[in-house]
């Protein structure tokens, strides 16, 4: 069994930066992904990386502007936001035991962190 919790979020204006963490129990050799969630909108894929920390993905809307990272020694992961934009607003979900874009992948879930971005 694996738990997740995230931490980091809040409220940040447009072009500024926040870094989520998600501290996982148990084993961390699995491949892990950031979600995200809009009001109204379907849980969708922004980051991932492997068990070693060798291969990262990201979404189109998000490349060049997020780094997914890894401490495997203190089995956390992070997510590092720079030049937020107003539709980065969402709760953001970390996922373990998976690998890929797609959310039914994961077996494993935090309970979210909101990130606000205001203009």
């Known amino acids: 069994q694996v738990q997740l919790v995230e931490s980091g979020g809040g409220l940040v204006q447009a072009g500024g930066s926040l870094r989520l963490s998600c501290a996982a129990s148990g084993s961390s050799t699995y491949g892990m992904g950031w979600f995200r969630q809009a009001p109204g909108k379907v849980r969708e894929f922004v980051a991932n990386i492997n068990w070693s920390g060798s291969r990262t993905s990201y979404a189109d809307s998000v490349k060049g502007r997020f780094t997914v990272s890894r401490d495997s020694a203190k089995n956390t992961v992070y997510l590092q936001m720079n030049s937020l934009k107003d539709e980065d607003t969402a709760v953001y979900y970390c996922?373990?035991?998976?690998?890929?874009?797609?959310?039914?992948?994961?077996?494993?879930w935090g309970p979210g962190t909101q990130v606000t971005v205001s203009s």
């Open positions: 996922a373990a035991s998976g690998y890929g874009d797609n959310p039914l992948k994961y077996a494993y």
